[in-house]
């Protein structure tokens, strides 16, 4: 022992008991100066003991914090915790501190196969304690027990009631009241975080912490917290094994809730009574990678912290933690091309210090950081602060593990093709091009299409800002920590990627009701590149179209199996069943729309005119694809698409929105003449047409960007000002909603043009005439006039007029302003 003395203080009353809160540099700091001082022949840790074999993997060169200990149910993945440890959390500094020693280190909590197999709300002893915490965050389908450390509290699924919640209480709350505190997380910083461990005993930190913890156990027990009652019976049943085989030198670090509890004299035979009876699960325990967004509160983590960017920095800071903070914070802002320099820092130093010390605080905190780079760099706006907080205070950290970590056959098939694909998982969420002409490019469509369709979200298809073809996707990619506990669940269909999407479709496509949920399903076949599971999915389609007799399910259907001709198209896919297929159904459509459109009540006549949309669409794209079978017909289908729409324009008993939409479809692709569409709206808009029909006629005539059509078209609007001038004044309220959602939808500068217009009336200046031929809104001539007028602007953009160059620039100027009209 390198001090006896130090040695006789730590051990004089029984093990080493470090209680700590999880990820708090200041605990973590306070830890490691404990145990160089202590020299533990074992460390005993709070956490599954089943996770102890993974223990020696935090010693390799991978492995980087955050990470989390992930336990699952083997016969049902979804039940799930994670026990997070970042470089800040006294549990890791333990871990490797034991692992640098070769002190062993083992973990000594209820184990995973009882905690998992805890039912939530039920009165099997449970519970969280802001003072303690296992460090454990719920999976997807059931709440483990809460992450231990001061001030956390158990995750809880959406909607589950908790019956002990207002039993109990948070020991940080209650510690900064008695100390005259109104804010428990500023009053923790403030006695543990910004102080180091204690020079001359570094056990004081924690005699000090126990002597309140068992205050306040004293006082109120267990807190609402029955199933700590369990678990600690568990770790001190463990604590006796292990003082039984390694002596006295024994420390734990534990939730500083848990110490008042194992420094209690309990008999063996009382703790082995609580743990008796316990329900179980197997259990699978591995090591995944964390971020430091999901260690932060506002994840929803129960154990969570404000800023764990910010207390990664306390961690790392050798010195100054300060001045290299809002060093780094004028970096992120430059990047962002703000004008932030040293004299910027060195003013928010002081700012920030100034306010510690009114506040009589030892160190500036966060809050006086925050609010000096507001004033000093944001100049008072919350706009880049908030790009400060996401980057900084909480941060996109992504930890990493080894690859010899325990993971089930699809992590690591998924690990694979990640490795191959150059497609790397990242927190902080970024959108990526893909050009499917490359292969490399098309393998990573594939991929991020088979894990969705698997329920691994780690991709969401966004809008292209380039070209909308169908050779190039935009995807937008974050990874999440709980999309291990998905991979896992998605382990039960296959083995790799592809085996696991195939069945998870083929299993899809036969428990699907809806026939729009299997076109969608063969789309994303397609997207996917599945071609086994496509023969299975098409004669389950195949069935489903012959039995669907409702016009709305077939016209929902038919867009998404245009869309995989296209799809498949693109990625050389054999495409002749589906396009078959489509044609029937378009063919269907087209005999059952015009009844199916009789008799609708207004919102039924809307969806209606959705599905026409739609259909319209689809018809286009069907009938411009070159793939398909033999004799399908596709040239024709948009002439007889066409006749479907002129019966529903002509017939009285379909619904206004659906008859105008039929004529501006028609007016669209060119099949009417603009006289005879004014001669429709002209019969539509007479004095005998009841003004609600009227304008849901209009509504679906101009509607979805058919403002131009007014702005171009005088008679048009003539029509439309006129009959709206004309709607009597009882009836105007009644129109006046479908009116607004109309026009509201128009761009503003239409909305100003046709003000315009109606401004100027029939009497005022003409509107510009159309070239014979040419474009809507042009003048058959320059106006030079106009174009004399941006010379002078011309000539400041570029730049003084030398005799031969200026006059060579300006005239190609004056030439392409004279071009535009």
Same mark, same amino acid.
């Given at each position: 022992m390198s001090d006896d003395s130090a040695w006789g203080r730590a051990y004089a009353r029984g093990p080493l008991l470090l209680g700590v809160r999880h990820h708090g540099p200041g605990s973590a700091r306070a830890v490691r100066a404990a145990l160089e001082a202590a020299r533990p022949d074992v460390v005993l840790i709070e956490g599954p003991p089943e996770a102890d074999p993974l223990i020696p993997l935090a010693a390799e060169p991978e492995m980087r914090p955050p990470v989390a200990l992930l336990a699952h149910a083997v016969d049902e993945p979804g039940r799930s915790a994670f026990w997070p440890l970042a470089e800040f959390s006294p549990?890791?500094?333990?871990?490797?501190?034991?692992?640098?020693?070769?002190?062993?280190?083992?973990?000594? /909590?209820?184990?995973a196969t009882h905690s998992l197999a805890w039912d939530t709300g039920t009165d099997a002893p449970h519970g969280t304690d802001a003072g303690d915490d296992t460090g454990a965050e719920a999976g997807a389908q059931e709440e483990a027990d809460p992450a231990e450390g001061a001030g956390r509290e158990e995750e809880r699924g959406p909607g589950e009631a908790d019956p002990e919640r207002d039993l109990r209480l948070d020991p940080l709350a209650v510690l900064a009241e008695t100390a005259g505190h109104d804010d428990p997380e500023r009053w923790w910083e403030d006695v543990v975080e910004h102080r180091g461990p204690g020079r001359r005993d570094p056990?004081?930190?924690?005699?000090?912490?126990?002597?309140?913890?068992?205050?306040?156990?004293?006082?109120?027990?267990?807190?609402?917290?029955?199933?700590?009652?369990?678990?600690?019976?568990?770790?001190?049943?463990?604590?006796?094994?292990?003082?039984k085989e390694f002596g006295d030198a024994v420390a734990v670090v534990c939730g500083a809730w848990h110490v008042p509890a194992l420094r209690e004299k309990a008999t063996v035979a009382a703790d082995r009574a609580l743990l008796k009876g316990l &329900?179980?699960?197997?259990?699978?325990?591995?090591?995944?990678?964390?971020?430091?967004?999901?260690?932060?509160?506002?994840?929803?983590?129960?154990?969570?912290i404000d800023s764990p960017g910010w207390y990664g920095h306390l961690f790392r800071a050798p010195d100054r933690p300060v001045e290299r903070w809002l060093t780094r914070v004028a970096g992120l802002l430059r990047e962002e091309d703000r004008i932030v320099s040293s004299a910027h820092v060195i003013e928010a130093v002081r700012l920030a210090e100034t306010l510690a010390?009114?506040?009589?605080?030892?160190?500036?905190?966060?809050?006086?950081?925050?609010?000096?780079?507001?004033?000093?760099?944001?100049?008072?706006? /919350?706009?880049?602060?908030?790009?400060?907080?996401?980057?900084?205070?909480?941060? /996109?950290?992504?930890?990493?593990?080894?690859?010899?970590? &325990?993971?089930?056959?699809?992590?690591?098939d998924l690990a694979r093709e990640q490795r191959r694909l150059r497609l790397r998982p990242e927190a902080l969420e970024r959108e990526l091009e893909l050009d499917l002409r490359g292969e490399t490019d098309a393998g990573r469509s594939r991929l991020l299409h088979r894990l969705r369709l698997l329920g691994v979200g780690w991709g969401e298809p966004a809008r292209s800002r380039g070209s909308t073809g169908t050779f190039r996707e935009t995807w937008r990619l974050r990874w999440e920590p709980e999309l291990s506990v998905r991979v896992a669940e998605a382990g039960v269909w296959g083995t790799t990627v592809l085996a696991a999407a195939t069945a998870r479709a083929e299993a899809d496509a036969t428990a699907a009701r809806a026939l729009a949920d299997v076109t969608a399903l063969a789309e994303l076949c397609l997207l996917a590149g599945l071609p086994d599971a496509l023969p299975v999915v098409m004669r389950v389609l195949a069935d489903r179209a012959a039995l669907d007799t409702d016009v709305g399910h077939l016209a929902q259907a038919l867009p998404a199996l245009v869309r995989s001709l296209r799809y498949g198209d693109v990625r050389g896919t054999d495409t002749g069943a589906l396009a078959?297929?489509?044609?029937?159904?378009?063919?269907?459509?087209?005999?059952?729309?015009?009844?199916?459109?009789?008799?609708?009540d207004a919102d039924a006549a809307e969806e209606m005119r959705g599905h026409v949309d739609a259909v319209h669409g689809a018809v286009g794209l069907l009938a411009e694809t070159p793939t398909g079978a033999p004799g399908t017909g596709h040239a024709d289908l948009r002439a007889r698409w066409r006749s479907v729409l002129r019966t529903l324009a002509l017939r009285d008993t379909v619904p206004g929105v659906v008859r105008g939409r039929a004529v501006r479809l028609l007016l669209d692709d060119g099949a009417l003449e603009s006289e005879e569409a004014a001669r429709l709206m002209g019969l539509v808009l007479s004095p005998g047409t009841p003004p609600v029909d009227a304008a849901a006629w209009i509504e679906g005539f101009v509607g979805g960007g058919g403002g131009m059509l007014l702005v171009h078209d005088d008679r048009l609007l003539t029509l439309v000002d006129a009959w709206l001038t004309g709607v009597p004044a009882e009836a105007f309220t009644d129109v006046l909603p479908l009116l607004r959602r109309t026009?509201?939808?128009?761009e503003p500068a239409v909305r100003r043009t046709l003000g315009e217009l109606v401004r100027r009336g029939p009497d005022g200046p003409a509107v510009p005439a159309t070239r014979a031929g040419g474009t809507p809104g042009f003048a058959a001539e320059p106006d030079s006039g106009r174009a004399d007028a941006v010379l002078p602007v011309l000539r400041l953009l570029l730049g003084p007029d030398p005799e031969h160059e200026g006059t060579r620039g300006m005239t190609e100027a004056g030439s392409l302003v004279e071009v535009g009209g």
């Amino acid at each position: 022992m390198s001090d006896d003395s130090a040695w006789g203080r730590a051990y004089a009353r029984g093990p080493l008991l470090l209680g700590v809160r999880h990820h708090g540099p200041g605990s973590a700091r306070a830890v490691r100066a404990a145990l160089e001082a202590a020299r533990p022949d074992v460390v005993l840790i709070e956490g599954p003991p089943e996770a102890d074999p993974l223990i020696p993997l935090a010693a390799e060169p991978e492995m980087r914090p955050p990470v989390a200990l992930l336990a699952h149910a083997v016969d049902e993945p979804g039940r799930s915790a994670f026990w997070p440890l970042a470089e800040f959390s006294p549990e890791w500094v333990a871990i490797r501190w034991a692992l640098e020693q070769g002190v062993p280190a083992r973990f000594v /909590d209820l184990p995973a196969t009882h905690s998992l197999a805890w039912d939530t709300g039920t009165d099997a002893p449970h519970g969280t304690d802001a003072g303690d915490d296992t460090g454990a965050e719920a999976g997807a389908q059931e709440e483990a027990d809460p992450a231990e450390g001061a001030g956390r509290e158990e995750e809880r699924g959406p909607g589950e009631a908790d019956p002990e919640r207002d039993l109990r209480l948070d020991p940080l709350a209650v510690l900064a009241e008695t100390a005259g505190h109104d804010d428990p997380e500023r009053w923790w910083e403030d006695v543990v975080e910004h102080r180091g461990p204690g020079r001359r005993d570094p056990f004081a930190p924690f005699t000090a912490l126990e002597e309140a913890m068992t205050a306040l156990r004293e006082r109120y027990g267990a807190a609402g917290r029955p199933r700590d009652l369990v678990r600690e019976a568990h770790m001190r049943l463990k604590v006796r094994a292990a003082r039984k085989e390694f002596g006295d030198a024994v420390a734990v670090v534990c939730g500083a809730w848990h110490v008042p509890a194992l420094r209690e004299k309990a008999t063996v035979a009382a703790d082995r009574a609580l743990l008796k009876g316990l &329900p179980k699960v197997r259990a699978d325990l591995t090591w995944v990678p964390w971020t430091h967004r999901r260690l932060a509160r506002s994840s929803g983590y129960g154990a969570g912290i404000d800023s764990p960017g910010w207390y990664g920095h306390l961690f790392r800071a050798p010195d100054r933690p300060v001045e290299r903070w809002l060093t780094r914070v004028a970096g992120l802002l430059r990047e962002e091309d703000r004008i932030v320099s040293s004299a910027h820092v060195i003013e928010a130093v002081r700012l920030a210090e100034t306010l510690a010390a009114m506040r009589g605080r030892p160190l500036p905190g966060l809050s006086e950081t925050t609010e000096a780079v507001r004033a000093v760099m944001c100049d008072g706006s /919350d706009v880049p602060l908030a790009l400060v907080h996401d980057r900084l205070v909480v941060g /996109d950290v992504l930890g990493e593990v080894p690859q010899s970590a &325990p993971a089930v056959p699809l992590q690591r098939d998924l690990a694979r093709e990640q490795r191959r694909l150059r497609l790397r998982p990242e927190a902080l969420e970024r959108e990526l091009e893909l050009d499917l002409r490359g292969e490399t490019d098309a393998g990573r469509s594939r991929l991020l299409h088979r894990l969705r369709l698997l329920g691994v979200g780690w991709g969401e298809p966004a809008r292209s800002r380039g070209s909308t073809g169908t050779f190039r996707e935009t995807w937008r990619l974050r990874w999440e920590p709980e999309l291990s506990v998905r991979v896992a669940e998605a382990g039960v269909w296959g083995t790799t990627v592809l085996a696991a999407a195939t069945a998870r479709a083929e299993a899809d496509a036969t428990a699907a009701r809806a026939l729009a949920d299997v076109t969608a399903l063969a789309e994303l076949c397609l997207l996917a590149g599945l071609p086994d599971a496509l023969p299975v999915v098409m004669r389950v389609l195949a069935d489903r179209a012959a039995l669907d007799t409702d016009v709305g399910h077939l016209a929902q259907a038919l867009p998404a199996l245009v869309r995989s001709l296209r799809y498949g198209d693109v990625r050389g896919t054999d495409t002749g069943a589906l396009a078959g297929v489509a044609a029937g159904l378009a063919e269907r459509i087209f005999v059952g729309l015009p009844p199916a459109c009789a008799a609708l009540d207004a919102d039924a006549a809307e969806e209606m005119r959705g599905h026409v949309d739609a259909v319209h669409g689809a018809v286009g794209l069907l009938a411009e694809t070159p793939t398909g079978a033999p004799g399908t017909g596709h040239a024709d289908l948009r002439a007889r698409w066409r006749s479907v729409l002129r019966t529903l324009a002509l017939r009285d008993t379909v619904p206004g929105v659906v008859r105008g939409r039929a004529v501006r479809l028609l007016l669209d692709d060119g099949a009417l003449e603009s006289e005879e569409a004014a001669r429709l709206m002209g019969l539509v808009l007479s004095p005998g047409t009841p003004p609600v029909d009227a304008a849901a006629w209009i509504e679906g005539f101009v509607g979805g960007g058919g403002g131009m059509l007014l702005v171009h078209d005088d008679r048009l609007l003539t029509l439309v000002d006129a009959w709206l001038t004309g709607v009597p004044a009882e009836a105007f309220t009644d129109v006046l909603p479908l009116l607004r959602r109309t026009f509201s939808a128009y761009e503003p500068a239409v909305r100003r043009t046709l003000g315009e217009l109606v401004r100027r009336g029939p009497d005022g200046p003409a509107v510009p005439a159309t070239r014979a031929g040419g474009t809507p809104g042009f003048a058959a001539e320059p106006d030079s006039g106009r174009a004399d007028a941006v010379l002078p602007v011309l000539r400041l953009l570029l730049g003084p007029d030398p005799e031969h160059e200026g006059t060579r620039g300006m005239t190609e100027a004056g030439s392409l302003v004279e071009v535009g009209g």
